[in-house]
């Protein structure tokens, strides 16, 4: 038989605000087991909620970079459940009105623009965490987390294909901290994907029953647990079986999915509005003002880069894959005017490997954009060939400086003058009578040794193109 997938995915975004959503406790990651737990998130007797004002500006800034409708007036609710990192026995989060309703993230997949509709975003606290590991038995609770603010954004199920999720998770992580909500760090947990699952035969249109794999904190695992988890429900029903609705987790040592509870239902949590909180109350003007202060959206500027400086676009999809990157990639063009290309390839290239290497965000490079312009300025102009382009961008990368200085003290400047190159290239057939007249006997392979004999004759040096050229001319006798 025939099977279709059906995912749909919920993602929880840690807002970058500096303290939680309803109290002034700080949010910093890394702090000693609940030292950032006020009276608020432990839920003690007589405290009351009050509203963080970025974490609301966040979660418009999301719903205009992602086409939703902004609720004029939203409601928070008590979501009730009973775990021990909850100190409250309830979250309070968003259910029968929402920030934002709507939106869609267009996903590219394999030259392909596939947008996925968003249900909803709306705003919620984090719970606190459960700890394990060192207890011997025992479970610790840290409550740190417990109120940090989130932003849950729920897709349609419009994605067939382990494939698609993770573009569209890809895609979302982008725009998050493109527009700097969240700073997309996964192993920090700022930024988590709950995968809902399902499958169904091709041409049905009634859904199958769904499977939720929790808390997919890498983009490789979230791939890898739903195609484990489409086999599995696909073998299931094939032998006769039934999938049962149910949250799973997704256990990377074993590449499974296991059980882990069975999966709720709304009325499961008795929803009911917070008596603590008053409605949230959003002005047009106050939508506008964030509004004017979003920027150029990575869709939009990918496409610019592609008219605006003939890029293809992979480069531009490339280059755009982060705010950091595309600002980078805007600055050195400043200083390499009319070489696009030449720029990407070196953003994307040797500055990408480097700062791969030595584990850095693009911006922490070692090299400034006005450094690295510098040194492709001398490759436009022919001072200098790729292979010492790259031995500059090496000690520009390690020891810092400037791009002409370096190429002054290392003597690297490319030979380009045409009667130096031609001395060179008549003395090498001079020397070589014989493999001269190979080559005029049709053996073309000889070129390559005049090519290398005339580059250690010059210490590497030469301009490979004119040298190219000249040694073509004085071969064929010209």
């Known amino acids: 038989m025939d099977w279709e997938v059906v995912i749909g995915l919920e993602t929880h975004a840690q807002l970058a605000t500096r303290s939680k959503i309803f109290s002034g406790a700080a949010t910093a990651f890394g702090a000693t087991p609940n030292a950032q737990a006020c009276a608020v998130d432990l839920a003690l007797p007589g405290v009351l909620p009050v509203m963080n004002r970025t974490a609301v500006e966040y979660a418009i800034r999301f719903g205009l970079a992602a086409e939703g409708v902004i609720a004029k007036r939203s409601i928070f609710a008590r979501k009730n459940y009973f775990y021990p990192d909850l100190p409250k026995g309830y979250q309070i989060s968003q259910y029968e009105i929402p920030v934002v309703s709507g939106g869609q993230i267009v996903v590219e997949l394999e030259g392909l623009e596939i947008p996925v509709r968003l249900t909803r975003a709306h705003l919620e606290e984090d719970a606190g965490k459960s700890l394990h590991e060192d207890f011997h038995g025992l479970s610790g609770i840290d409550l740190n987390r417990a109120g940090t603010p989130l932003l849950e954004i729920v897709s349609e199920p419009d994605m067939r294909s382990a494939a698609e999720a993770v573009a569209y998770a890809r895609a979302l992580h982008r725009l998050v901290t493109w527009i700097g909500i969240c700073d997309g760090n996964m192993q920090e947990g700022s930024f988590r994907c709950d995968a809902n699952v399902s499958v169904r035969p091709k041409g049905q249109q009634?859904?199958?029953?769904?499977?939720?794999?929790?808390?997919?904190?890498?983009?490789?695992?979230?791939?890898?647990?739903?195609?484990?988890?489409?086999?599995?429900?696909?073998?299931?029903?094939?032998?006769?079986?039934?999938?049962?609705?149910?949250?799973?987790?997704?256990?990377?040592?074993?590449?499974?999915?296991?059980?882990?509870?069975?999966?709720?239902?709304?009325?499961?949590?008795?929803?009911?509005?917070?008596?603590?909180?008053?409605?949230?109350?959003?002005?047009?003007?106050?939508?506008?003002?964030?509004?004017?202060?979003?920027?150029?959206?990575?869709?939009?500027?990918?496409?610019?880069?592609?008219?605006?400086?003939?890029?293809?676009?992979?480069?531009a999809s490339v280059l755009t894959a982060s705010f950091d990157q595309a600002q980078y990639f805007q600055a050195l063009m400043h200083f390499v005017q009319g070489e696009a290309k030449l720029c990407a390839n070196w953003v994307s290239g040797e500055l990408s490997a480097a700062l791969h290497r030595d584990g850095l965000e693009i911006r922490h490079s070692r090299i400034t954009p006005q450094q690295?312009?510098?040194?492709?300025?001398?490759?436009?102009?022919?001072?200098?060939?790729?292979?010492?382009?790259?031995?500059?961008?090496?000690?520009?990368?390690?020891?810092?400086?400037?791009?002409?200085?370096?190429?002054?003290?290392?003597?690297?400047?490319?030979?380009?003058?045409?009667?130096?190159?031609?001395?060179?290239?008549?003395?090498?057939?001079?020397?070589?009578?014989?493999?001269?007249?190979?080559?005029?006997?049709?053996?073309?392979?000889?070129?390559?040794?005049?090519?290398?004999?005339?580059?250690?004759?010059?210490?590497?040096?030469?301009?490979?193109?004119?040298?190219?050229?000249?040694?073509?001319?004085?071969?064929?006798?010209?």
């Open 206 to 315: 009634a859904y199958g029953t769904r499977c939720e794999i929790k808390n997919l904190n890498s983009f490789r695992f979230m791939e890898k647990a739903i195609e484990f988890e489409i086999r599995r429900q696909i073998g299931l029903i094939e032998s006769g079986g039934n999938v049962v609705q149910e949250t799973r987790l997704y256990d990377p040592d074993r590449d499974e999915t296991r059980s882990m509870r069975s999966k709720e239902d709304a009325q499961d949590y008795r929803y009911f509005p917070d008596p603590d909180l008053l409605p949230l109350c959003i002005d047009v003007a106050w939508i506008e003002r964030v509004r004017n202060a979003l920027p150029e959206l990575p869709d939009a500027m990918r496409r610019r880069f592609v008219s605006d400086f003939g890029l293809s676009s992979y480069d």
């Open 372 to 478: 690295l312009g510098g040194l492709l300025r001398r490759i436009q102009d022919g001072t200098l060939s790729g292979k010492m382009a790259r031995e500059i961008f090496d000690a520009l990368w390690s020891d810092g400086g400037e791009a002409d200085t370096l190429i002054e003290s290392k003597g690297l400047k490319q030979i380009s003058d045409v009667s130096t190159l031609e001395k060179i290239v008549e003395a090498l057939m001079a020397a070589h009578p014989g493999q001269v007249a190979e080559y005029r006997a049709g053996k073309e392979k000889v070129f390559g040794f005049f090519v290398g004999h005339a580059m250690k004759a010059c210490g590497g040096r030469a301009n490979p193109a004119q040298l190219n050229a000249i040694l073509k001319n004085r071969l064929a006798g010209k």
